[in-house]
């Protein structure tokens, strides 16, 4: 079968993302079909603009499979894209198969929102999510049956770890905008007064006092996030979602740099760290547990070592793009069995 590529984040018809690592290529064809626009994680809500380009992305995608093999799957990222492309299938009345990989919904809505979201995914064939909570909450909301949902870890690819920790100037770091308690961690920072940056679009932090310890930046290229994460002598993800998965990227990053990490308890971390491990796990709205593990951390130089160095092996051997690309062709050759 040939699978058809839509991702936002793929603007080359050569980048063929994960599926250059799954097995047994000689008898699976992949063709990604562009992105036309450009994707912006920071923003808080999709807005007419950006759905307009999704369903731009998601006719031409179907177009492409439409126009392909007679055998012929589309396989998509992030949940608007599905939901374009469903919404086509729907009304050809096709039975072309639709994976929907990367299936972070952020949230569980009601009224409208959840009619559209039912009607166009009642056409995926599989669904992809990277928390084990997200099978139930997702089945549940969208009543579908479970066994269309699968666990599987997100993946980042496997980098080089080239800037050692800033020991000369320590800070703490806290990066992303989605779902974040920063609220939370400003109090606790305040406390502790220890130097801080904060990486997060202005709407994460609307209407919290920031500390005067506490630096915030936005607007980062990833090469200067990177380079921040494997400078900062502690790493914190306040996550204020325990419904879906926020925080992933962010925490991943982290690991594959080698990087002692603190996390709130949450679908986002449970399923890729033990705690004490390769990260610290928090209470979700704990003022003294965050307060008590950043301090920690701070002040324990071979903790952050161990729990560093076992993170990045846990990263390599179960979250990289090699790993996950050997799932990903088991996904595939079930979601085309399921079709046929």
């Known amino acids: ?79 608007q894209l599905p939901i374009a492309v469903g919404l086509r299938k729907r009304l050809a009345h096709s039975r072309t198969p639709v994976v929907a990989w990367n299936m972070n919904l952020g949230g569980l809505y009601p009224g409208a929102r959840r009619r559209l979201a039912m009607t166009a995914y009642a056409a995926v064939n599989r669904f992809v999510v990277h928390s084990r909570a997200e099978v139930t909450s997702y089945s549940h909301w969208l009543q579908m049956d479970p066994a269309r949902f699968e666990f599987v870890p997100l993946q980042r690819a496997t980098t080089d770890i080239v800037i050692e920790e800033d020991t000369a100037a320590p800070f703490v770091l806290s990066m992303g905008s989605a779902h974040r308690d920063y609220r939370l961690l400003f109090g606790v920072l305040a406390e502790l007064r220890y130097p801080a940056v904060v990486v997060a679009g202005p709407h994460a932090l609307e209407g919290l006092q920031v500390p005067a310890n506490v630096t915030v930046r936005s607007g980062l290229s990833v090469e200067q996030c990177h380079e921040l994460v494997q400078r900062a002598r502690v790493n914190v993800i306040p996550v204020a979602n325990l419904e879906t998965a926020s925080g992933q990227v962010t925490l991943l990053d982290a690991m594959v740099f080698g990087r002692a990490t603190i996390i709130t308890r949450c679908p986002a971390s449970v399923d890729y760290v033990d705690d004490g491990r390769d990260a610290l796990l928090v209470g979700a709205g704990d003022h003294d547990d965050l307060k008590t593990a950043i301090d920690k951390l701070w002040q324990d130089a071979a903790l952050r070592t161990a729990i560093g160095r076992a993170a990045r092996r846990t990263a390599v051997e179960r979250f990289s793009d090699e790993a996950i690309g050997q799932v990903m062709g088991r996904v595939l050759h079930d979601a085309r069995a399921e079709a046929d």
């Open 1 to 79: 079968m040939d699978w058809y590529l839509a991702a936002p984040f793929i603007h080359d018809a050569s980048d063929l993302w994960l599926t250059r690592f799954v097995p047994n290529r000689g008898e699976i064809g992949f063709h990604a079909v562009p992105a036309p626009y450009r994707h912006d994680r920071s923003r808080k809500l999709t807005g007419l603009a950006a759905w307009s380009d999704y369903f731009r992305h998601g006719a031409a995608v179907w177009d492409a499979a439409r126009r392909g093999p007679a055998r012929s799957g589309i396989l998509t990222c992030f949940p």
